[in-house]
C-alpha cells in the first residue's frame, strides 16, 4: 500500500521561502506521476504543481508559477516543493499526492494516494 508523508510546513512571513517535502513508500516510485495540492480555509483544494517521473514533465498552477518549482530525488523516494516569494494568499494545508498513473492530472479524483497533509502559514 502506497503511503505519503510530507514535512516542511510552518510560519514564515511574506517574501520568505519554505520547502516540503513527502516521501513515498509502499509502491515503484517512478510509476507515478506526483503532484502537490492544497486547501486555504473555506476554499476547494486545489492543484499547485505536478511531476512525472522525469522532471522535464512538470506543470505548474498559475498562480505560483515562477515562485515555486516540484522536484523529485527518485533515489530516494522523495518529491519536493521548494516555495519562494511567499504571498499571504498561499496560506494553506499542501497535500502529497500519488496519481493513479505516471502522469499528474489537475483533478483531485485522479490521485488515490494522499499524504496526512502539512499546514504553511505566511504572514505580513
Known amino acids: 500500500q502506497v503511503q505519503l508523508v510530507e514535512s516542511g510546513g510552518g510560519l514564515v512571513q511574506a517574501g520568505g521561502s519554505l520547502r516540503l517535502s513527502c516521501v513515498f513508500s509502499?509502491?515503484?516510485?517512478?510509476?507515478?506521476?506526483m503532484a502537490w495540492f492544497r486547501q486555504a480555509p473555506g476554499k476547494e483544494r486545489e492543484f499547485v504543481a505536478g511531476?512525472?517521473?522525469?522532471?522535464?514533465?512538470?506543470d505548474y498552477a498559475d498562480s505560483v508559477k515562477g515562485r515555486f518549482t516540484i522536484s523529485r530525488d527518485n533515489a530516494k523516494n522523495t518529491v519536493y516543493l521548494q516555495m519562494n516569494s511567499l504571498k499571504p494568499e498561499d496560506t494553506a494545508v499542501y497535500y502529497c499526492?500519488?496519481?493513479?498513473?505516471?502522469?499528474?492530472?489537475?483533478?483531485?479524483?485522479?490521485?488515490?494516494?494522499w499524504g496526512q497533509g502539512t499546514q504553511v502559514t505566511v504572514s505580513l
Open positions: 499526492a500519488a496519481s493513479s498513473s505516471w502522469n499528474y492530472p489537475k483533478s483531485q479524483g485522479n490521485y488515490p494516494y
Open positions: 511531476s512525472t517521473w522525469s522532471v522535464e514533465g512538470t
Open positions: 509502499g509502491g515503484t516510485f517512478r510509476w507515478y506521476g
